[in-house]
C-alpha cells in the first residue's frame, strides 16, 4: 500500500516520496516505486524495469538559469556517456524528466541523453524551483558502506583468521579500483574528486562486469584530459607522450588520493595500504614525481584542464583538501588539550569554534605547502617511507589500463545469478546507481 494514500498500479515508475535514501547539495535520493500517488507530481516515466533496481534522484535547480541548472545537465550527459562504455563506467540513466515551474512537463530517454541532443537545449531555459528528476539503477550499496560493513564483520571472525580476512579483503577493493581507474584514464578522464563513498558498489555475481563503478560524475571534478590537450592551440608539442604521461599519473594520483581518505577513515589498516602500493611501485618518489607533472599541466599552454565553467579544482587542491582533515584534528586536539591542563571547561561551542579556527590554520599551512613538503605528508598518511629519492620513474605497469588487473567482481565460487545481478550483464544495461551516499557533500 503506498503512503500517499489512494493509489494505482502502473507500468510507469515514480519516485516514492515516502522513502529518502540520500541526499546533497541539491539532490535528493529516493527509492522508486510502480504505485502512482498524490505526491509524484506526474513525473513518472515508462519502463519494464522492476523498481527494485531504480532510485529517482530529484533535483530543485537554486540559481535561476545559472551554474546549478546547467551543471545538474551536464552531469546527466556525462554520467550517460559513462554508462555507455565498455566496460562500463557509471550508472545508467533510464530517464530523466523535467517539470518547469509553469507545470510543463518533458521526458528525455535514450538518444535524447547524449551530448548535443534534447536535453542539452533545456540549459538555456531553466528557471528557479524547476524540477529535474533522474532514474537511474540502485547500486547495493556505496564502496564505502561496502568496506564498512565488512571490516566490522571481519571482526567476528574466528581470531586466527582476522588479519588474512581483512587484507584479503583489502587486496581484493584494491584489486577492483584499480582496474575502475585505469579504464577512466583509458577513456581520457580524471577522476578528481575519487573516495570509497563515491564509487557504486553490486555485489558479487558470475558477472565479468566489475563490482565497483564511478558513482559521482559531477563534470566540476571529472575532466576529459585527452580532449582538453587535444584542443590546445598551438598544438602541444609530443602530444602522444605528454598524454601518455598524463594518463600514467592520473591513475597514480586517483590511487593515492583514494588512499588518502580510506587510511583516515581506516588508519588501523595503513600498513595493508602501504604494502599494496609499494608492490605496484608506488613510493614517495613516484608520489612527488605525480604532483610535480600536474603541477606543470595546471600550466595554461596545456589548456584548462582542471576548470568547468567558473569552478577549478586540481589534483593537488584536492590532495590538500583532504590530508587538512588530519591536521586540523591534531591541530583542534592540541588547542583542547592545552585548554584543559590550564583547568579550562571546554564546551561544544569551544569545540566549534575551535574546529573552525584549526580548519583556517589546516588550510592556510597546506596553501603554501611547497610539493616536497606535500608529499612527505602524503607519503606519511599512506605509511611510506617519506624518501623522496627522485630519479627514475619506475611504476608497476599491473596498474596501467594496459594490464588490467583481475577485478574484485570475479568470485573465487560462482554462485548462481539472481534476476537482479542478470541485469548487470552488459548486454543489457549493466551495472549502475544514484548518488545515495550521505557522505557525498555534492
Known sequence: MSAFGTATETKKLYPDMSQLIGSGQYKKVYVATNIKGRNDKSIGIESDVSPQNVVVAICETSISRG????????EIVLQNEFSRKTPQLAPYIYGVVIKTQAGTITTYMGEDLVAGSRINHV?????????ICIYQQRCDSDLNAHIKYNLTAIKKHHPDFIASDTTRFIEDIHASIKTLFGNIVESGYIGIDIKSGNICHFNGSESAEPVNIGLDMDPAFTYPFEQYLRAVTPPIEDLVKITSDFSEHATIFMLIEYYVVFTYMHKEHTDIVSRLLTQDGIGCAQIFEMLRFMKEMENLKYGNIFEYDSERFTPISMLKHYLSFNMKNEIAQNIINRMRSKGKTVSKDDITQIMEEANHEATFKFNRMPLEALATK?????????????????FN???????????????????????????????????INARTSKSNSK
Not at 551554474?67 to 551536464?74: A, K
Not at 568470485?411 to 552488459?426: I, V
Open 67 to 74: 551554474i546549478i541548472g546547467s551543471r545538474i545537465i551536464d
Open 123 to 131: 540549459t538555456s531555459t531553466l528557471s528557479r524551483g524547476d524540477l
Open 378 to 394: 602524503i607519503c606519511e598518511s599512506l605509511g611510506l617511507p617519506s624518501n623522496l629519492n627522485v630519479g627514475v620513474f619506475t
Open 397 to 431: 605497469t599491473s596498474i596501467s589500463p594496459s594490464s588490467p588487473v583481475k577485478s574484485a567482481g570475479s568470485r573465487r565460487l560462482p554462485r548462481k545469478m539472481n534476476s537482479r545481478k542478470k541485469h548487470l550483464n552488459k548486454r543489457t544495461h549493466k551495472t
